[in-house]
């Protein structure tokens, strides 16, 4: 079993829709929690830090369950734009500080 | 603003040259990370680094090995290169020991060996 599991996608959303995306992990010890964003052919993008509490930003809202070790992602009003794969990146101790473990990603296309 | 630069952006070598990926950052970060990514699998750690002259091994180090000399700066080497290391290479640097800071990545290093 991966460390990081994502849903395996591809999601197709006509324009204006509301996705959303899942992330489970299953190191305990994890510490932090990303989404990246990558667009085709490009570097990931930091899109946002996850946090306990929940955290909105614009149109994106992440949620944490750590008791559950899932994490969420969901995209209101979906832009053309918002076409990336999604990545979802916990921050898990090691012996030398802390190491990124990156899920799969999930492929998003949203269409006109 | 923050910045992680790779030497290149597309490299086209032969099976069994030495290819060197350079990498530099200016966040002055402790950590460095080369990752390598292909269709299916995602990004898989191949080394990293938390300090000058340190390094560390990853999910897959076979056929690689780095290089951390200054802080800023972290190679990656393919002693004899193969057809199954043509892939992305992407560079990332954090902090270290922060836990809430992110991974910030270069641009990436698209290697074709043939």
């Known amino acids: 079993r991966k460390e990081v599991e994502q849903d395996p996608g591809p999601f197709n959303v006509p324009e204006g829709a509301t996705v959303a995306f899942n992330c489970t992990y299953s190191n305990s010890a994890s510490q932090s929690f990303f989404w990246y964003r990558q667009d085709c052919r490009k570097e990931p993008k930091l899109l946002m830090s996850v946090y306990s509490s929940g955290n909105e930003d614009g149109r994106f809202t992440a949620q944490l369950n750590r008791a559950s070790q899932y994490i969420s992602l969901l995209i209101r009003d979906s832009k053309l734009s918002d076409s990336a794969t999604y990545l979802c990146v916990v921050k898990r101790p090691d012996n030398y500080g802390q190491n990124f473990v990156f899920g799969p990603g999930t492929r998003l296309s949203v269409l006109p | 603003d923050v910045k992680v630069t790779q030497s290149s952006r597309y490299l086209v070598k032969r099976t069994g040259e030495k290819v060197f990926l350079e990498c530099v950052q200016d966040m002055d970060h402790e950590n460095m990370f080369w990752y390598r990514q292909d269709p299916g699998l995602g990004l898989r750690l191949i080394y990293f680094s938390y300090d000058v002259k340190m390094k560390e091994k990853g999910d897959i180090p076979e056929g690689y090995s780095v290089s951390r000399e200054k802080k800023e700066r972290f190679s990656l080497i393919l002693e004899s290169a193969s057809t199954n290391q043509t892939s992305m290479y992407l560079c990332?640097?954090?902090?270290?020991?922060?836990?809430?800071?992110?991974?910030?990545f270069g641009q990436g290093t698209r290697l074709t060996v043939v």
């Open positions: 990332a640097s954090s902090f270290y020991n922060r836990a809430s800071t992110e991974a910030f």
